[in-house]
């Protein structure tokens, strides 16, 4: 796992529209496992520099909606 290929078949395989924003948050996310959403925001920006937090957030949703990344809240974290 790691390449863009890879993630684009992942994305297809969970019936969610592939753009450039969902690669390189599932590709962060597989890179930096247990991150805070501010990290994956960094390195998503190392890549795609122009995206917004938003456009982050509403790419982990889905990402979450669809069983692809989990989300673990630890009491009192963001």
Sequence with gaps: MGQTADFRQLLQEAALRVTRPRVAVLGAVYALPHSDTDSIIRAVRRELPEVSHQTVYDSL???TASGLV?????????
């Design 61 to 63: 949703n889905a990402l």
């Design 70 to 78: 989990r989300r673990i809240q630890p009491s009192g974290s963001v």
